[in-house]
């Protein structure tokens, strides 16, 4: 199976400008859930779709928003980027079957903001 | 608040040595604790898991033991491999359904030849 797919790869944006990333999961997988990785927080949960409904959100503005479609491919948008938006966004997927808990990573999203 | 604590942050191993790293956790509702692996410029990797019913859980050279009542868990490579040198971050998540992983900060390992 391949695996989790996100595009772009790297991302340079400006402060105030919007930017929208993409995640492909594993065929079969209808959980997705989002994830940011900065040096100095670490990896935090941003938030899960499935089944094109958000289940669970992190502790981030509402600056970041996300969506899922139909074929379970999900997006996430920042709006108004900040400085400190300068991360790696990481997109997982899991089946969420009961009792199912394993997530795999993609290789995320480099995003700098200057 | 830091739910899962991580240590060390950096850890030196000699080859074929054992590496091991530790974690802690708050919130007795967590009921599974997996291990990822990232190398630089790639996605975290599922390395290994465990739920709270066994104390142990062994795979290949990686071993997880799991104490409940302490509310510890940890992460032990066996014959360390400079190709084992990457970043290893534990995380707990809650509840069937529930599929937020919450992160410790990181270990970088770095096993030297």
């Known amino acids: 199976k391949a695996g989790v797919t996100q595009t772009p790869r790297y991302l340079i944006k400006t402060r105030g400008q919007q930017v929208t990333l993409s995640c492909s999961p594993i065929s079969g997988h209808r959980s997705v859930s989002w994830y940011q990785q900065t040096p100095g927080q670490g990896l935090q949960f941003l938030f899960e779709y499935f089944s094109e409904t958000q289940r669970n959100k992190g502790n981030f503005p509402g600056r970041f928003s996300g969506r899922q479609f139909s074929n379970s491919r999900s997006e996430m948008n920042v709006s108004t980027l900040e400085l400190g938006d300068s991360a790696l966004y990481l997109c997982?997927?899991?089946?969420?079957?009961?009792?199912?808990?394993?997530?795999?990573f993609g290789p995320g999203t480099r995003l700098t903001v200057t | 608040q830091q739910q899962v604590k991580q240590s060390p942050q950096s850890l030196i191993v000699q080859k074929g040595g054992i590496s091991i790293i530790n974690c802690a956790y708050e919130n007795t509702a967590f009921d599974y604790f997996p291990w990822y692996q990232q190398f630089p410029g790639k996605g975290p990797a599922l390395l290994i898991a465990?739920?709270?019913?066994?104390s142990e859980k062994k795979e290949g050279r990686f071993t997880i033991s799991f104490n409940k009542s302490a509310k510890q868990f940890s992460l032990h490579i066996m014959d360390s491999q400079p190709g084992d040198s990457a970043t290893y971050f534990c995380a707990a998540s809650r509840g069937s359904g529930y599929s937020t992983l919450t992160f410790g900060k990181g270990t970088m390992l770095l096993v030297s030849p």
């Open positions: 465990i739920r709270p019913d066994v």
């Open positions: 997982a997927s899991s089946s969420r079957g009961a009792g199912v808990y394993e997530q795999y």
